[in-house]
């Protein structure tokens, strides 16, 4: 199986995010690069908004993303309550 | 029996609230669909379903701008900071300057062409779905464009190469690269510009172009540009996959697709390829501090990170582009041999070029072991002396360009194992001789001569008179380079001697 | 103590790009929008001929019968760029939203007439698609058109519409509580019913139309300035009398925007006009022409939705003619 991964820029914004991807996914990998914090995972990734909101204590959308996403690797399936990244193969 | 009188309103879920949003066409019955839709049949491309199009994000216009709207206060409040200190000290030093040159007059128009260019497939997909998808990134692209000149136009109130972008993209010699690049994707069909640009490019290409640029900017103190750079790319992640989705629908619709597509690919990947040579030049000589050289990023990007994908496009029949071979083999090389031809022709081009130091060359050595010392190092040092002597060695000669990529032809047979040889392909068309760099570059114009026999190679149009006169001065004065400002070495240059001052050197 | 800070003056060489200098002047500050609009486009030395239409280069001044000196006369009085733009949207869009947000909280659509509720999505909700042609023939100028200045505020105007159309279907959805087939059925009238045939056809015509500043004269001078008025002007004030007010609420983005765009439409009728005798020649022919069409597109949907309907298409098509003339046309 391929990896998905997901980058962010460290910003404030995206502590949370992060928090919850790695409460949500077991075995996801957190990389700390210059100015931006990559998180990898076997074939999928799911970043649950009721898991953020509860982080930062508001509801949050997960269309927010768009602020804090530099870029990814993967499909991407997304709704009201979660943005997922996942790989066919 | 109770009542439950509180109201239950249906609750949409997001994909089909998405689709109201987005299926608001209808077949016409007062003109026929075809004259409302007249590109999207002659490419020979078959779509049985539009609605088999999965929308990849779901943002309806109002979210669109309220998230940009406050993406852009934050880029703008950098942007202006960085201009109000004089950010433009704090970076490592001004030859990285002339990486941004490369930047505004290259990639930004290009820009400014997907930004008509995804308008100009809205308009002619039949199918709804992508149809927003593609009006999104064509204001994105917009969006792309603006951005850049205005973070750079603090840089060019203060450094040379920059003011004249917008003429010097339509006529300067080495950026009819980049032009006849995206000229080519956007006088093509909907579809070939679908793969060209929104799969080729913006997929399995685009880490090659913007890591090295935002890298660099960040590694050589450039803030206003590293923000520049995370503020596009969230826009770019919608890019990607869009191409992906595009890519993935052609393919499902009708098996006949996949050779076309296939041909697109392979073709889109070594014009684009072409293109980036560019970028390796930068990546690997304009960089005072490298945080990594072109052969490690080919290395990661693509051969690493696009197998992935075509893993996953394996099950429609498509294979990695069959110029991967040939890339690979040329990555020891590529960067090299470009700043070779960019340093002597430093004299028409309105970006410095320089020697590199011992340190970057130690790194050089490092980074390419198996050819730096052997092919290169050598030919720096004895341009090296000359420098000493006063000889700044600058050609008088103009290059031949290759008909299909214009890229002047001084690559070698790297992948036939001569690299010291000239590489040169021939073929004749309606008793015709044209010339090319390469075997893919000559396949692109056997497969369409009609097309590439109209391409407007700059050497040729000097040649023909038609770019001012026959010498260099005249020449310049055309292209509005100002001698002596623009051009030739960074060394005793207006931009230097700017910078000894700020630096209270000399 | 006195402390005294070393520092290096740092002058600039220039205060904006040649081209812009060019047309500003020398030594001027230029504006964001100045920078990020002059001389975008490319105009000269395209390498192949577009392959789908050969007979033009890619940027074809020859696209159109309206001849300029110069595209750049046409500037947006708005002064719209990317930033800006999505900027000034992104207010208009919270106001919108809280506006939706109060009709849902508090309930006001139970206090709304069925019989309104039936009529807005009969009547208003097929505009859905309206503004979707809308977006399509502006996508068309943005790909067609000449010139950053123009081709910039076509990219604008062709989201403005997607927006607008959004904004419609949402208001659908919220009337029938999410009933979606009221969409279907809305999407029916607009193919099948009578009333509405005439807008469609007039806007199918307007897909094929080869001259782009046709395009922008017939959809965004004329059509528009009669729908736009007409139901989110004239038939709100009625709606307002019969117990409809929730309606003008949710449409506010619309109002807003269609009273924030005469600005820029008007200039692109004056400029053009002023340019020669020719092009107001052209142009006066054009708006006859689209301004009979709409009349008579119009007219029976009117009379579907308002007490006074040839009063009002009368009183609509007085106003542009008036605002066309007051650019220079004389109609």
Known sequence: ?89 | MTMNTQKRKKRLNMKDKYKHMTRLGWDTTYQDMDDVFPKDKFEGIVIHDWEGWEDPFRMTMDSYWKYQGEKDKKLYAIIDAFAQNNGQKNITDARYVSALKLFLTGVSPLEYQAHRGFADIARNFRGDGPRVACQMQAIDELRHVQTQVHTLSHYNKYFNGFSEFAHWHDRVWYLSVPKSFFDDARTAGPFEFMIAIGFSFEYVLTNLLFVPFMSGAAFNGDMATVTFGFSAQSDEARHMTLGLQAIKFLLEQDPANVPIVQGWIDKWTWRGYKVLGLVSMMMDYMLPESPQSWKEAWELYFEENTIALFKDLERYGITVPDCAATVSAEKDHLSHQIWMTFYTHAAAAPFHTWLPDEKKMDWLSEKYPDTFDKYYRPVYEHWGKLEKEGKRYYSEMLPQLCQTCQIPMLYTEVEAGKPTQIAHRQTKFNSERFHFCSDHCKDIFENEPEKYVQSWLPVHQIFQGNCGGSTLPEVLKWYKVEFGQDNLDYVGSPDQKMWKEWKGEE | MSLEIKSVEIKPKRETFGHVARRIGEGKLASRYEEATYDLQPTANFHYKPLANPEFELYDVKKTGVVMEDWYKFMDPRQYHYASYVTARAKQQEVAEQNFVFVEKRNMLDFMPEEIKDEILEYVLPLRHYEWGANMNNLQLVSEGYGAALCNAFMFHAEDRLGNAQYITRIGLLLSENEAHVLDTGKDKWLNDSSWQGLRKAMEDTFVLKDWFELHIAQNIVFDAFIHPLYFNLYEQELNKRGGSSQSMMTEFITVWNEECGRWLDMTVKVAIDESDENKELITKWCEKYIDIAYDAVLPLAQKILSNPVECVDEVKGQLIARLNKSGLSL
Request: cysteine-free.
């Open chain 1, 1 to 89: 199986m391929s990896k998905v991964f997901l980058a962010l820029q460290a910003i404030e914004e995206s502590r949370a995010i992060i928090e919850a991807i790695i409460k949500d996914n077991p075995d996801v990998e957190v990389e700390n690069q210059t100015a931006m914090t990559k998180v990898s995972a076997e074939g999928k990734l799911v970043i649950n908004a009721p898991t953020v909101s509860d982080l930062i204590g508001r509801e949050w959308d997960p269309q927010e993303l768009q602020l804090v996403l530099i870029t990814l690797a993967g499909n991407v399936d997304e709704d009201y309550d979660h943005f997922t990244i996942y790989w066919d193969n």
